[in-house]
């Protein structure tokens, strides 16, 4: 088993079709995010994706800049440091495009802010609020970075209960070196247990196809639903560049169909697996219907719930303030 990522490029096969963005309904979300001053992971990380769920009318936000203060080499969003802080007028613009965009399920995810005390995590919690405020019924899910293993930054966004909390583990941890330098598996898996013990709807997914083995595959998807998983996404890994890692195979839809029939059999209350799957595709579908906190909080697979965090948001007492 090699220890480094190949250098060779499989030819990219005729089951990965990217439809192309365009159109009214690309047009019209394009002008909402430009107009409103926000990013998309859609458009940043060059999701393969857009052409289709932007015609649907989703998109995934990107709070905390453009910028992210680290670089795993299989993402496109651009790096570096941020020149400016987290913008506490974000979350109401987010909201304004929520309601604007009419969504019934919003996906927030974020660069990460390894510049901030909190990672940006109060910009998410009020991200959270505000979403809540002006568009009541709509469910939340917050896809975050590991905060640096800061529990209290975990804490600042579990206190205001998002709808599905959502943290990808991305690779096996033996690739974390090359793909995902900065992060560190066992503190990804400890995020999605604590998340859990706090009663949230967790959700995690891996990319395949960087030169990691079945067995691997398998042993990190039995971890995360381990850690307490309660949803799994399964998606072939796209080179954005040829600075970016390559692409160490292609994964048929066959074994996608297997990886989510074995991960189904550990237990997940959902699986989505194919060559196009990404964390936020047909998310609104990965869940049940209506915000988290009208479904049954068992304890996940890691043991019973802590007791620690609130079980009510801090959105009912408004927002939190950003620092
Ligand atoms: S899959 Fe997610 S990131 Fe990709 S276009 Fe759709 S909403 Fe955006």
């Known amino acids: 088993m090699s220890s480094s990522l190949p250098e060779s490029r499989p ?3 005729s089951w990965i079709r990217a439809r192309a963005p365009q159109g009214p309904g690309y047009e019209r979300l394009r002008g909402l995010m430009r107009g409103l001053d926000l990013h998309t992971v859609c458009e940043e990380a060059h999701c393969p994706n857009l052409g289709e769920c932007w015609k649907r009318g989703t998109a995934t936000f990107m709070i905390l800049g453009d910028t992210c203060t680290r670089a795993c080499g299989f993402c496109a969003v651009k790096t570096g440091l941020p020149g400016q802080a987290p913008d506490g007028a974000e979350p109401r613009r987010v909201a304004d495009a929520v309601a604007r965009m009419g969504l019934r399920h919003a996906v927030v995810t974020s660069v990460n802010r390894d510049d901030q005390a909190d990672g940006g995590a109060s910009i998410f919690a009020a991200t959270i609020c505000a ?37 990808n583990v991305e690779t096996v941890p033996r690739l974390y070196r090359q793909a995902r330098s900065g992060a560190r598996f066992d503190r990804s898996l400890e995020l999605l247990g604590r998340s859990k ?39 072939q890994y796209l080179s954005p560049s040829p600075k970016h890692l390559p692409v160490a195979r292609y994964y048929t839809p066959e074994e996608f169909d297997r990886l989510r029939d074995f991960a189904l059999g550990l237990g997940f209350q959902h699986v989505e697996a194919g060559p196009l799957v990404r964390s936020s595709y047909h998310a609104e579908e990965h869940v049940a219907s209506g915000p988290a906190s009208r479904r049954p909080e068992g304890p996940g697979p890691a043991g019973p719930r802590s007791e620690t965090g609130p079980r009510t948001s801090v959105c009912a007492g408004g927002p939190r303030t950003p620092r």
């Open 11 to 13: 030819r990219r096969p």
């Open 197 to 235: 013990a706090a009663g949230m709807l967790t959700k995690s997914g891996i990319m395949v196809g960087l030169g990691e083995e079945t067995e691997e595959v398998e042993e990190t998807i039995r971890a995360i639903r381990s850690a307490g998983a309660d949803v799994l996404t399964v998606g």
């Open 131 to 167: 979403i809540r405020a002006r568009v009541p019924g709509c469910a939340v899910e917050v896809l975050i970075p590991d905060f640096k293993g800061s529990r209290e930054a975990l804490e600042i966004v579990l206190a205001a209960r998002p709808d599905v909390l959502n943290h």
